[in-house]
């Protein structure tokens, strides 16, 4: 599986982006499709996850109510809506896909991550 993120970019506080990830590769709506933070001199920390055979999302507690993460089986592809930005939200986001594993132990494989910066 091959991950493409794309859809970062530079925002005020309180603004809005939607990234990304377009995965090659055969039976993406079996994959657990997630985000990851990775703030400023941070390790990558789990954002959002879902999968689309089931429908099931999963948040990380510091998003939910912002952040809505979306999958398209018919583009290979999954979103993450954010809103409502915060300058902590500032960081690279890399999209990961998992056969078996949801949440912080995520990544079977990674895309090439994009950059956020949120402004205050």
């Known amino acids: 599986v091959q991950l493409q993120a794309s859809g970062g970019g530079l925002v005020q506080a309180g603004g809005s982006l939607r990234l990304s990830c377009a995965a090659s590769?055969?039976?993406?709506?079996?994959?657990?499709m997630g985000w990851f933070h990775q703030a400023p001199g941070k390790e990558p920390e789990f954002v959002a996850a879902?999968?689309?055979?089931?429908?099931?999302?999963y948040y990380a507690d510091s998003v939910k109510g912002r952040f809505t993460i979306s999958t398209v089986d018919a583009k290979n592809t999954v979103y993450l809506q954010m809103n409502s930005l915060k300058p902590e939200d500032t960081g690279v986001y890399y999209c990961?896909?998992?056969?078996?594993?949801?949440?912080?132990?995520?990544?079977?494989?990674w895309g090439q991550g994009t950059q956020v910066t949120v402004s205050s």
């Open positions: 990961t896909a998992d056969i078996l594993r949801v949440g912080a132990a995520m990544g079977d494989f």
């Open positions: 590769g055969r039976a993406f709506s079996k994959y657990y």
């Open positions: 879902s999968r689309g055979s089931d429908d099931s999302t």
